[in-house]
């Protein structure tokens, strides 16, 4: 683009921001920063809860001749965050901020699969902004072990996208 502050370039702008879940966007073009940002409405406030009744003061002994044991649950994995997808090696990330595509179109198979195998400069999916599919590529040759995104959602810069191992 000619001129990054042109009225055109800014509407297009606001108009992605207006019809993502972003709240953020920023675009960067012959050294002027253009960052729009929007705040979420506020949620309704919520009513107070009534106090919870309060507990025995005791509870009654088990007998004696009775072990009491209680089983332990297992250990739930923790969650992993964005952050930590993000600090992986493999993490292909957005490169810039649009609408993520797996397909070239709705009738054709997804670039990749979980449990592909992938080459270094292959194409594993399709970021849409202002109306022109970038491929995005993978950096690095190795298997996909996880997709962390669904055809059609918004991405912001950086955000990862998939998972090589």
């Known amino acids: 683009m000619s001129n990054p502050l042109d009225p055109k370039v800014i509407s297009k702008l606001a108009e992605i921001l207006d019809k993502s879940n972003l709240t953020e966007l920023e675009y960067e073009d012959e050294g002027c920063r253009i960052c729009l940002t929007r705040e ?5 406030p919520v009513a107070p809860m009534a106090p919870l009744p309060a507990a025995p003061a005791f509870a009654p002994a088990a007998p ?12 739930a994995p923790a969650p992993v ?13 957005s490169p810039m901020v649009g609408v993520v595509y797996l397909s070239s179109d709705p009738n054709s198979p ?8 992938v ?16 491929p995005v590529k993978a950096h690095m040759a190795g298997k996909i072990t996880k997709i962390l995104v ?9 955000e990862p996208l998939i998972i090589i191992e």
């Not at 979420?40 to 309704?44: E, F, I």
């Not at 997804?110 to 195998?117: A, E, L």
């Not at 669904?150 to 950086?158: A, F, I, N, R, T």
């Open 64 to 75: 004696a001749s009775l072990p009491v044991t209680t089983p332990a649950a297992p250990a």
């Open 110 to 117: 997804d670039y990749v699969k979980v449990g592909d195998s």
């Open 81 to 93: 965050s964005e952050e930590d997808y993000a600090k992986l090696p493999g993490a292909v990330k």
């Open 40 to 44: 979420l409405p506020h949620a309704a």
């Open 119 to 134: 080459n270094a400069g292959d194409t594993v999916c399709l970021i849409e902004a202002m109306k022109t599919f970038n």
């Open 150 to 158: 669904s055809g059609g959602d918004p991405v912001e810069y950086g």
